[in-house]
């Protein structure tokens, strides 16, 4: 038996965009998914989930997904069992073990769906136990890369290497199509991260920027401008300057606004935390609701925020330098 786990993220700059070649920067926070995997006899998969927001369901398959019985949309339960399913698949590519039948079970402190990037780190915690369990040692960017692979299937070719590659290493990263890199010299960034309590589909998100771009020059113009906002972002992060951040922030949000990823609950939560004086925020990750993030050093955004109507749970978020790792099995740990 093999416990792996791998840190959610949010996105300082740069989603959506990241899917068209621009530079984004995901920095993974200390928020955790968790799976345990244990070999089984026979090539069925038993699946259990637990607080994935998903209400708990257990499935038991072999090849095709039967869709478990939960209150969330179906698109959203589709892929979380493909994300499952994919993972499994990596597993045994990896080690040659097309047949390898596995029980495994998930926990993850990060809601589904919610911009935490979720999907990804029960993918690369996935991967790893799994390969792990059926002894194979991969590096995080070996998992970073077969995790991509799924997401990209799940999100029918629609994803950038961005998510799994933050979860997988850890920390800050900087990501431009298959240039990914840490971010070495990271200032202490205040996070506090809003939750509406709502998910968006990344797939139809993401398949809604693409249609606006395909359509609009301007739409396209938009996109490459949200390249420009995290080249400067970047040159603030360097610079260890905190207002710059923010304000750029509040940019990167008004351009994703534009291309329609937005919601008016993940608005109120913005425009709560700016009230507040925090230094910016933005929405996070794919949008439609879920999660935003405000940069602020006060008690303000935090505190505005817990009054917000709409607004289901605060937090403050550190990040997490720690990527993919095994809790327990596999390595010889207990
Ligand atoms: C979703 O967390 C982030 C998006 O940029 C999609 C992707 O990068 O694959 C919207």
Redesign the pocket.
Known sequence: MVVSSAPGKV?LFG??A??YGEP?VPCAIERRARVRVEERDGDALRVHAEDLTLDGFTVEYSGVADAPDVDVSESLVEAAVGYIDGAVAQARDAADRPDAGFEITIESEIPLGA?L?SSAAVVVAGIDAATRELGVELTPREVAERAYQV?YEV?DG???R??TFCSAVGGAVRVERDDCRAIEEVPNLPFVIGYDGGAGD?GE??AGVRALREEYDFAAATVESIGDVVRAGERALSDGDLEELGRLMDFNHGLLEALGVSARSLDELVWAAREADALGAKLT??GGGGCIVALDETEGAETALKYTPGCEEVFRAELDTDGVHTESGGDGTQ
């Open positions: 996105y989603e959506h990241v899917v984004a911009g990037g997401e999100q629609q994803a950038s961005a998510d990344t998100l993401v990750g794919a």
